[in-house]
């Protein structure tokens, strides 16, 4: 492989060197997006609740074909949808039942710490947040609807570019996190709890890495 | 095989971006991270780059259709840019066919913080020279279960690239004595234990010489038509070939500077087919499409978004090098440089021009010593072993002499020993046509009429304004004249008439005949002073002898005033003048030259004193004959004691010569010379004087007066010349019969001793037609009377 890379090389050298334009050096770096499918099947939850979900890039081919090359990992989108409610007095949420709204949910992403030191591992129960980790907010829904959110693509969060980049240089190192999902309590609830026999939700998180080949 | 890495993502070598092969007997294979790919999204993603790659390979195939008549051997690289257009930055990516079926699954996608919904079939991303790409989230709905295929989509990101550099062509080229340069390109690249071969074949065949398309002699314009065929290979599953075919054409300079052009057809085809290897992670194992998640094959077809190129550029020959620049406009454009180098490659040596000059019959030993055309040829011309050579160049320039013969004529030329300007007494007699002209529906008098603004103006006028000037330059004085005379004949008085045109708008517009009228009869009263008593005003509709209305010029012509009086207003003006003759009427000067080496530029400049007569500048094809008339120069010519008349030359080995300067002497013959040398001389009476209206011939009483006064001065002695004159309406040949009947009626009239007559028609016009009172000075005669004297 090496020596395909300097073959290439010397006559890359040649382009590179002929005009002060990009090269065809600069396809040498490609981004993927990675589509991180987050979503389990929740009992017995509450409102308010927060919920800590874990991922570890290793699971993705990608990411464990370039890990040596990358150069940035950059949460990119986030999207969000319930799949399944079952409310508070058992019934399966449906198009007649009364709405449910949110009055915001919140996602920050916090770095996950093994717990035996073996961070090749992608088993969550090998890891937990990292207490030394911030919670870096990623962004948050407000009057969350279940109707809207019901099986609905369109609830889509453009992570701010500060926040990604920040995330990016860790991400590299440290591709195991815990995206932390905040749920506040519903419109009109006086209850310090209400509980939830079981919850289905998802959200998709697309991280672009940008890998130097 | 795990070890295996795409090295060749990062090559110039599109292909290898995406795909590298374990042996050179295996399929070629994908890794898992370029899987995201289905075979056609991959065609559209690398649809630019394989523009990029075409384009380079096709580059470089021609640079000058200079192609010489021997063996050439050298060799070239070139490189390039290409400029990506923003139409190339994004493709229309298939989605999955679950996606847009709102029954199966609810898509959106979020670009530039819109949200849209149900995207359905395609989705505009990226090409791999464009920038961020959007994935498209997907809800399954209520008949499947949360966990289903139908997920997240994402695609492959751009480069977020504007120019990129392209693949370096390096090339060695043949040149054969059939004017036919051959290129080879082989580039084998060892990837792993398996060869990719790049090879390519061009060919450049120069035409011109064939079919003399810029003439036999022509050394600095080629045409030349060329082709290319690429292939490049390697192993089972990867196959591209490209080809080209075009014209170019190239105008070379001195100083070894060339200038190309091009045009040429090119396209490339192809495909790639590889398998999907390796451990599929949960982004793949969770994809909407069959395609990947059942690991078929894929399969990448190979184009080109150029199918046409168009390119100008420049080489530049230096010893051994050729440097070489172009620009391209192709649906990438580019700029391109490069050099090549010859080891061997002959100056194509042109058959040696030597004109063929027809040597007039010179009184004078010329300096012209005429060669036969040879030819030198040099075969091989061998790098530093330069060829002393002279060129001989000669440049010689003669001038001779032409005499009028007829309107259109001129005698046969003669060597010219000199000049010859000869004054005589003249009186002249100039006709007076009483019409002034309008324009169409107006009754304001024309710029080109004379008027003056005051009485005192009016009163500075005076006849000899009118000497030098022509019958019609006299005549737009002619309300001035006719006011002097009736100041000189106070008893005289006048009748003005407005007309107007039978056609147009004018028609059946009697104010305007009023206004006409008015207008004249108001400038002999405020200007010349004259009583309104002696002027009487009539307002007309069409003239009595109206011009046929058929035509346009003829309807011009009816737009007028009148005016009637006695013989002592509207007689002839009469003027005693110097007039001045010419020997020869015109010159021509005849180049003649010896050049063995192609000529580069010239010069021919003739010069009176200080004042350029000729001042010419050429390239290579120098002009044999310039001709000069002198007719028309004569108060210039008068003032200088000869004219100097000199060629200079030079050639493409940068010598230059100039011919020796000669000069033709002016000689000066004035009246007074001549009467105290008692020379003969001669007195001309030129009696410009009849006008004829339209279409007519015969004498009217007003032109009968005017013979009996030109018959009283015509003596015994005396030769008389009658020319007759037409305007441009009408027939060439009528014109002719009519102006030779008018010629003869005023001969028959003057009924001289010595006289001749002739009808020049049409073909010689005294004046512009394009003015009505133009075509009314035309149809007239001229009769010239000679009369010797001492």
Not at chain 1, 36 to 55: C, E, M, Q, V, W
Not at chain 2, 424 to 449: C, G, H, T
Not at chain 2, 746 to 760: F, Q
Request: proline share 5%; net charge negative.
């Amino acid at each position: 492989m090496k020596s395909l890379i300097i073959i290439l090389s010397a006559v890359l050298s040649l382009t590179v060197n002929s005009c002060v334009v990009d090269t065809v050096d600069s396809l040498s770096e490609f981004t993927f997006q990675i589509p991180i499918n987050f979503g389990a099947d929740y009992l017995d939850r509450t409102s308010p609740d927060t919920s800590f979900d874990f991922s570890h890039l290793l699971k993705y081919e990608t990411y464990r074909e370039n890990r040596e090359q990358i150069s940035e990992a950059i949460i990119y989108q986030l999207n969000y949808r319930i799949d399944s409610l079952v409310l508070e007095d058992g019934v399966p949420f449906g198009p007649n039942s009364p709405d449910l709204v949110f009055d915001r949910i919140a996602y920050k992403l916090q770095f996950g710490k093994s717990k035996l030191g073996n961070t090749n591992s992608t088993e969550p129960n090998d890891y937990i947040p990292d207490p030394d980790s911030p919670k870096y907010e990623l962004g948050e829904f407000v009057n969350v609807s279940i109707r809207d959110f019901y099986r609905r693509s369109d609830h889509i969060l453009q992570v701010p570019e500060s926040t990604a980049s920040v995330i990016s240089e860790t991400l590299k190192n440290k591709p195991y996190f815990y995206i932390i999902t905040e749920y506040s309590k519903v419109k009109g609830q006086i209850e310090d709890e209400v509980h939830y026999p079981f919850i289905n939700s998802k959200f998709d998180v697309i991280i672009r890495l940008k890998v130097k080949l | 095989m795990k070890n295996i890495k795409t090295i060749l993502k990062s090559s110039i070598i599109i292909v290898f971006c995406v795909i590298y092969q374990v042996r050179s007997q295996d399929n070629i294979e994908i890794t898992p991270d370029f899987q995201i790919f289905t075979s056609k999204n991959a065609s559209g993603f690398f649809k630019p780059m394989f523009t990029t790659l075409e384009q380079s390979l096709n580059s470089g195939l021609f640079h000058s259709a200079m192609i010489t008549e021997g063996w050439s051997f050298g060799f070239d690289i070139n490189f390039m840019n290409m400029y990506i257009p923003e139409s190339q930055k994004w493709y229309e990516a298939e989605l999955p066919d679950e996606f847009g079926n709102t029954r199966v699954a609810q898509t959106s996608e979020m670009r530039n913080d819109i949200i849209t919904r149900n995207k359905r079939d395609y989705v505009k991303e990226p090409t791999i020279y464009g920038g961020i790409s959007t994935p498209v989230f997907s809800a399954p709905q209520n008949m499947y279960p949360p966990d289903s295929l139908y997920k997240t989509v994402t695609f492959m990101e751009g480069n977020s690239l504007n120019s990129l550099a392209g693949l370096p062509s390096l090339q060695i080229i043949f040149g054969l004595p059939t004017r036919t340069q051959l290129r080879f390109r082989f580039l084998p690249l060892p990837v792993q234990d398996a060869t990719l071969t790049y090879f390519a074949f061009g060919i450049n065949q120069r035409l011109d010489k064939f079919f003399h398309l810029f003439g036999k002699y022509n050394t600095d314009k080629a045409l030349a038509v060329h082709g290319s065929y690429h292939s490049m290979t390697r192993g089972s599953g990867f196959e591209i070939n490209s080809i080209s075919a075009g014209v170019n054409f190239t105008n070379s300079f001195e100083f070894g500077l060339n200038l190309y052009s091009g045009l040429q057809f090119e396209t490339m085809s192809g495909s790639i087919n590889a398998i999907r290897v390796g451990e599929m992670g949960d982004e793949l194992i969770n994809s909407p499409y069959p395609e990947i998640r059942n690991r078929d094959p894929l399969v990448i077809d190979v184009a080109s978004f150029t199918n046409f190129r168009a390119t100008i550029g420049a080489t530049y020959k230096l010893s051994f090098l050729e440097l070489n620049a172009n620009a391209s406009y192709a649906s990438q454009p580019m700029l391109g440089v490069g050099v090549t180098f010859w080891l061997n490659n002959p100056d194509d040596i042109a058959p040696l021009k030597v004109p063929e000059i027809e040597l007039p019959e010179l009184n004078q030993p010329s300096l012209i010593t005429v060669f036969k055309p040879m030819q030198i040829k040099i075969p091989f011309r061998m790098l530093n072993m330069p060829i002393e050579m002279h060129f001989e160049l000669k440049a010689d320039v003669s001038a001779y002499g032409k005499i009028k013969i007829d309107a259109e004529n001129y005698s046969q030329e003669t060597p010219l020993e000199k000049i010859k300007i000869e004054e005589f007494l003249s009186r002249q007699m100039k006709p007076i046509l009483p019409y002034l002209f309008f324009d169409d529906n107006s009754s304001e008098v024309a710029q080109r009429y004379i008027l003056f603004n005051s009485p005192e103006d009016a009163n500075n006028f005076d006849y000899t304004d009118l000497l030098g000037i022509s019958s019609l330059e006299s005549y737009y004085h002619f309300l001035n004249i006719i006011g002097k005379r009736l100041r000189e004949f106070p008893n005289e008085g006048i009748k003005i008439t407005g007309y107007r045109a039978g056609k147009g708008k004018e028609v059946g517009n009697k104010t305007l005949t009023k206004e006409r009228a008015d207008r004249i009869r108001d400038y002999f009263r405020d200007i010349w002073l004259v009583d309104e008593s002696r002027i009487n005003v009539v307002y007309g509709t069409t003239p009595k002898t109206a011009s046929n209305e058929k035509t346009e010029l003829g309807v011009e012509e009816n737009r007028r005033v009148e005016i009637d009086a006695s013989w002592n207003i509207l007689a002839p003006i009469i003027l005693n003048d110097t007039i001045r003759t010419i020997t020869p009427d015109m010159l021509t000067f005849k180049t003649q030259i010896i050049n063995e080496a192609p000529l580069k530029d010239w010069s021919f400049d003739v010069s009176g004193g200080v004042d350029k007569l000729i001042s010419e500048k050429g390239g290579r094809n120098l002009t044999t004959a310039f001709d000069l008339l002198i007719t028309d120069k004569i108060n210039s010519l008068k003032n200088y004691n000869d004219l100097r008349y000199s060629l200079t030359i030079s050639d493409s080995t940068e010598q230059i010569v100039k011919s020796e300067t000669k000069r033709i002497p002016i000689e000066l013959l004035t009246v007074e010379k001549k009467r105290q040398n008692e020379t003969k001389d001669t007195i001309i009476n030129i009696y410009n004087l009849i006008l004829f209206d339209f279409d007519k011939h015969t004498l009217d009483p007003v032109n009968k007066r005017i013979t009996d006064i030109i018959k009283s001065e015509i003596t015994d002695n005396a030769t008389v010349n009658v020319i007759g004159y037409t305007d441009v309406i009408g027939d060439d040949d009528y014109n002719l019969r009519l102006s030779t009947r008018r010629a003869e009626s005023t001969a028959h009239a003057l009924n001289a001793k010595n006289i001749k007559y002739l009808g020049l028609g049409e073909s010689d016009l005294l004046f512009s037609n394009e003015s009505p009172e133009g075509r009314f000075y035309c149809r007239t005669v001229v009769v010239e009377v000679k009369i010797p004297v001492n």
